[in-house]
């Protein structure tokens, strides 16, 4: 999947995340987009909420039901300055970048991509028409790695925990004692929490930010007289908070994102991430040119090209 960023999404200025040092529950709609040809939920950014930790991105892919095999494939894109989090809910795809990975993804499984100073890659379909239920995250990188080399990781497996009544697989960071092994610029988790009724009560961290974003089923955020949050409704937590509690009344398929507000303003438009307008430019620029800096996709499907930047 790609992460077309436009104005309709967040107004392209710098901005320092505006943070709530405090327990809130704000409800954002997702818009409602398409990735190629895939319909998704864009739950992050949007104009009231630009990030949550230094989560900068989050789209929600499906569900689609079967579809001809080869249709929901992405061609080659570039990125900087951000890690892409893949993660499956059904279906497969095939990750391609210009590092020479080829790595198939099930659901369960995590493909984390960290783009640095600049990486190109492709998503083909690999669900033999199959369909897709899918959700595309990107990690803002801090200052000390964003102009560093890309890397690609994939993990087969991921630790899990077993709360009363949920069980939490991590992608990054740490939840209830379960620790992912894969890379972290930045102090921050994702944990995917499989929920069966009435709920819990999750154990967070009092010096986090979070968020909720349902991808199967209704979720009610502070217990059972809660907020429902349904997919396509990002669900702000806010910080200062060492538990909240999740009720259900059917299971449910949630998503927690979390982390120290991240410190640095950021500048988001189409599929970079940077500081400034100058940096997107040139990296729209030399992408259009078939820089060295993005490198080559070895995928079948068809480049993705994109017109000048708005300030331009
Ligand atoms: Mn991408």
């Known amino acids: 999947m790609s992460g077309p960023v436009s104005t309709e999404d967040a107004v392209p200025l710098p901005a320092v995340a505006p943070g709530v040092a405090r327990p809130v529950l704000e409800l954002t709609s997702a818009r409602a987009t398409r990735v190629g040809s895939l319909p998704v939920r864009r739950l992050l950014p949007r104009r009231a909420r630009r990030t949550v930790g230094s989560w900068c991105f989050a789209d929600h892919a ?13 061609g ?9 989090v893949t993660w499956l809910v059904h279906g497969e795809l095939v990750h391609l970048d ?11 499984q995590l493909n984390l991509m960290t783009a640095g100073r600049g990486v190109a890659h492709a998503e083909e379909d690999g669900g033999r028409g199959a369909g897709l239920h899918a959700v595309q995250l990107w990690v803002a990188q801090p200052e000390t790695t964003r102009n560093g080399p890309a890397a690609f ?7 899990q925990a077993e709360l009363d009544r949920a069980t939490v697989t991590v ?8 620790v992912s092994p894969a890379r972290r610029d930045t102090g921050h988790m994702g944990a995917e929490l ?6 819990v009560v999750l154990p967070l961290r009092h010096d986090y930010e979070y968020a909720l974003m349902s991808i199967e089923g209704t979720v009610l955020v502070g217990g059972s007289a809660g907020a429902a949050v349904e997919p396509g409704t990002l669900a702000y937590l806010g910080e200062g908070r060492d538990e909240c509690g999740l009720a ?41 040119e078939g820089a060295d800096r993005f490198g080559t996709v070895r ?10 930047p708005p300030w331009e």
């Open 62 to 74: 499906g569900p689609v039901g079967g579809t001809r095999p080869g249709e929901l494939g992405i």
């Open 76 to 84: 080659p894109h570039p990125h900087m300055g951000l890690q892409t």
């Open 98 to 108: 210009s590092l020479g990975s080829e790595q198939p993804i099930r659901p369960g």
């Open 153 to 159: 990781e994939h993990h087969a497996t991921l630790p």
């Open 171 to 178: 992608l990054v960071g740490e939840l209830a004692g379960a």
């Open 194 to 199: 499989l929920l069966r009724p009435p709920g």
């Open 248 to 288: 259900v009344a059917q299971p449910a398929r949630v998503l927690l994102l979390g982390g120290v507000p991240f410190p640095e303003p950021l500048f988001m438009w189409w599929n970079f991430v940077a500081r400034n307008r100058h940096e997107v430019s040139e990296a729209r620029r030399q992408w259009a």
């Open 299 to 308: 995928s079948a499907l068809e480049r993705i090209e994109v017109g000048r």
